[in-house]
């Protein structure tokens, strides 16, 4: 296990979630013990990962005494009951995934899945595949007693590994994402807002359509660019980001190409069109577990094109229709 010392009392490794890909996981260890932030999946393979990490840097499992996760994502969370079960700390999640958390453990994704499928335009088969695929990743999710979780907020001020950390709002890769600001060592963990080789999706909710993440994620690049530019900067994967308003200008160029290319797709038909159809004009989407991340991340850019006047959605039967609005297509994003 290769542990990086980034800072005094702040170490990072990667956990393998899949080929090609890892999450960052950051121990901060201090007089009281460890704290952890993020964790990967559900796994055995993840536990041993975490336990060879601590062990490099002189701990144990026992000695962790708080986690936190970035957003409730399962490659940043999906071990973090194991955690709480093996060490006894404190779960802190960002303040409002309450509700999510409670459909996690009461085994609702299934029916906010399927809800989501047909507002697609999904075939049955397509969705019953669907849930199929949902089955199998289950058993990577988190599992935390409700009793054992706690939540935090932006504009918070906690310690971790010695020193002050602010509490940062960067939402719209997941409704409720927060980073964490080391202001001695003028270090950002920005979760999944800001990575190195990738722009990350941005996803919708499965079904409540009146959130429209797209405004929040700009905002939170923003913040990023204007307020951290000169800090060292970690995503939830890959390396540090070594130039954070490069790679924050490149995201917003990746999103506005993203609109344009959408609207164009509905733009171009006369008739009304399905999530599904519009994936099929523009969208890669590849393997069915990238294809719900990409019609989350379609839909989030179709109700912003929506808000601009650009498209028009009517919902008939639970499916969602999509066609051109009064107002030809401009740049929202950059200016």
């Given at each position: 296990?290769?542990?990086?010392?980034i800072a005094n009392n702040i170490y990072t490794y990667k956990v393998w979630i899949r080929r090609g890909r890892e999450t960052n996981s950051f121990l901060f260890p201090d007089r009281e013990g460890v704290t952890v932030v993020d964790c990967g999946y559900n796994r055995p393979e993840t536990l041993e990962e975490l336990a060879a990490a601590l062990e490099e840097i002189g701990f144990h499992i026992y000695h962790i005494n708080r986690?936190?996760?970035?957003h409730l994502h399962s490659d940043h969370v999906g071990l973090a009951g194991e955690i709480h079960r093996l060490s006894g700390c404190r779960v802190y999640l960002p303040q409002g995934t309450e509700q999510p958390l409670q459909d996690i453990m009461e085994g609702r994704l299934p029916e906010q899945a399927a809800f989501f499928c047909r507002a697609a335009g999904m075939r049955q088969q397509q969705i019953d595949e669907n849930l199929l695929l949902q089955d199998?990743?289950?058993?990577y999710m988190p599992d935390i007693p409700l009793q054992a979780v706690s939540y935090f907020a932006a504009g918070e001020t906690l310690t971790l590994g010695g020193q002050r950390a602010q509490v940062v709002q960067l939402a719209g890769h997941a409704r409720q994402q927060l980073g964490f600001f080391?202001?001695?060592e003028n270090i950002l963990l920005c979760g999944d807002s800001l990575l190195p080789d990738i722009v990350p999706d941005i996803l919708a909710d499965r079904q409540d359509f009146s959130y429209h993440p797209l405004p929040l994620y700009v905002s939170s690049l923003h913040t990023i660019a204007n307020c951290f530019a000169g800090a060292k900067v970690y995503g939830g994967h890959g390396d540090r980001i070594e130039t954070p308003k490069a790679a924050v200008a490149n995201a917003l160029v990746y999103h506005e190409k993203r609109l344009q290319k959408i609207w164009r797709a509905v733009a171009e038909i006369p008739e009304e069109m399905t999530l599904m159809a519009v994936m099929g004009k523009a969208y890669n989407a590849g393997s069915p577990f990238?294809?719900?991340f990409a019609?989350?991340?379609a839909m989030a850019h179709l109700l912003h094109l929506e808000d601009m006047g650009f498209l028009k959605i009517k919902m008939i039967q639970g499916v969602a229709y999509f066609r051109k609005g009064s107002v030809n297509y401009r740049p929202t994003i950059i200016r």
């Open positions: 296990m290769k542990v990086t010392k986690f936190y996760a970035t199998k990743l289950k058993k080391l202001c001695r990238t294809l719900n019609m989350l991340d």
